[in-house]
Structure formats: structure tokens, C-alpha cells
């Protein structure tokens, strides 16, 4: 009881934020939010589709045994939009046919704008490409496989794209991390990837070998098969 009473006192003297509203953040008429997150400046930028096109976007599939997973794909393409507010409506870009589910959206240098799906099946013929970088005018610049399980999305001013991965993303999964299969991209649960969607670097593991520590991050040296991550587009 004395120690809860400690810790409650020292709570009370710790540095309070007082909160106030900047703005009210809406799509256009007859839109729903999709997903929202914080850009490096402190923007908020959100992702707006019909309401119609929702389960599409939040795709699952149900297991026999009960259990629910995300899917990496929307059952169907659809047209949605990113708005970005700072606190009031900055920038605004039409997403026509959107494929991935599950998504996370963040400003990228340029007034490009990337949306990444938190899971991306293997399979021999390929992975799914589960980031794409728009421009301005909603154009594709760029797709890339980030790999399976993402659950972290953040991108600084310079264009880097951190992802952190949960349990699934690291030991593997949706085909990932079998004998005669690719390693899962997030073994490392931490990378950085450029604006182009290429690997720069990978938190060290416990596996790797002190020249896998070293060396650039295109080159992954531990024999097991990686797949091309990034695709430019144009």
C-alpha cells in the first residue's frame, strides 16, 4: 500500500501537457477514414475510401480452427485518397485502384506519399508487393516487397522508411521462412529502407556473422534465397 502510494505522488509531480483541439479531420463527403498516422513534421495524414469498400480494405480470412488472419490483399481494387493535415488540409491525392489491405500511410519527400500493407504472401511465382510510393498526381513511382507482418510504418525528412515487424514477420509465415523458402524479410525486426523502397539496413541479429553485420545491406551474405525487394516503376 506504501509503495502504491509512492508511486501515485511521484506520478503527480511529473510534467503534465495540457491538450487543446487543432482541428477536425474529415474526408469528402461520403468517405470513411481507412487508417491515419503521424508524418515526421508532425502532419497527420490520413486514408479515405467508401464506406462501401471497408471489409475489402480490412480483409481476413478464418482459419478451421477458429483463429482469425489478416489477408494481404483487398478482396477487390478501389479508389481511395490520402489527405494530409498540418493541422488544416495541405495536400490531398487520389489512390485509384488500391489492392493492399491492412494498410499504413506516410509523407515521403516530394509530395509522394507511401501506403504499405502489413502482410505479403510468398509464393514461387512471387511475393506480393506490399508498398507503393505515389506521387503527387497519384501516379506509382515505385512497389516493393517490405515482407510479411509489418506492424510499425515511419518515415523521416530525408525519405527514410523504418519498419518494424511483429512475431510473425520475423520467424515467418503466408509461406515465408520454410525449408525450400525464402528467410522472412523482418527476421531482423527493424529495417531501414530508402525512399525508393530499397534496404539500407537491418538491425543486427543474433544469427548473422560479424561481415553480415558490415556489410552493405544489398548484400545479404548468409546463402539462405532472398527475393528482389524493389521495382521501380516508369
Known amino acids: 500500500m506504501n509503495a502504491d502510494k509512492k508511486s501515485r505522488a ?11 483541439q487543432h482541428a477536425v479531420i474529415v474526408g469528402e463527403a461520403g468517405e470513411k477514414q481507412v487508417a491515419a498516422s503521424v508524418g515526421p513534421d508532425g502532419q497527420l495524414i490520413a486514408l479515405w475510401s467508401k464506406p462501401r469498400d471497408l471489409p475489402g480494405l480490412s ?10 488472419f489478416p489477408e494481404p490483399r483487398a478482396t ?7 489527405s494530409v493535415h498540418a493541422p488544416h488540409l495541405t495536400a ?12 499504413t500511410v506516410q509523407p515521403l ?5 507511401l501506403v504499405v500493407g502489413a502482410r505479403a504472401r510468398w509464393r514461387p511465382e512471387g511475393a506480393d508487393r506490399n508498398a507503393i510510393v505515389y506521387d503527387s498526381d497519384g501516379h506509382v513511382v515505385a512497389e516493393a516487397t517490405l515482407g510479411d507482418g509489418i506492424s510499425h510504418v515511419f518515415t523521416t525528412h530525408t525519405g527514410d522508411i523504418w519498419v518494424g515487424y511483429f512475431d510473425e514477420g ?8 520454410n525449408p ?35 556489410a552493405p545491406a544489398e548484400a545479404h551474405t548468409s546463402g539462405r534465397p532472398r527475393p528482389g525487394l524493389a521495382r521501380p516503376v516508369g
Open 109 to 113: 519527400p516530394g509530395e509522394r506519399v
Open 180 to 214: 525450400r523458402t525464402p528467410a522472412p524479410i523482418g527476421e531482423y525486426g527493424l529495417i531501414r529502407f530508402s525512399s525508393d523502397l530499397r534496404t539500407q539496413w537491418r538491425f543486427p541479429s543474433r544469427t548473422e556473422s560479424a561481415a553480415e553485420r558490415s
Open 92 to 103: 490531398s491525392v487520389e489512390l485509384p485502384g488500391l489492392e493492399l489491405a491492412h494498410v
Open 59 to 68: 480483409a481476413t480470412t478464418t482459419s478451421a480452427g477458429g483463429a482469425t
Open 170 to 177: 520475423v520467424y515467418g509465415n503466408h509461406g515465408w521462412g
Open 76 to 82: 477487390k481494387a478501389v479508389d481511395a485518397h490520402v
Open 10 to 20: 511521484a506520478m503527480s509531480r511529473l510534467p503534465t501537457l495540457e491538450l487543446r
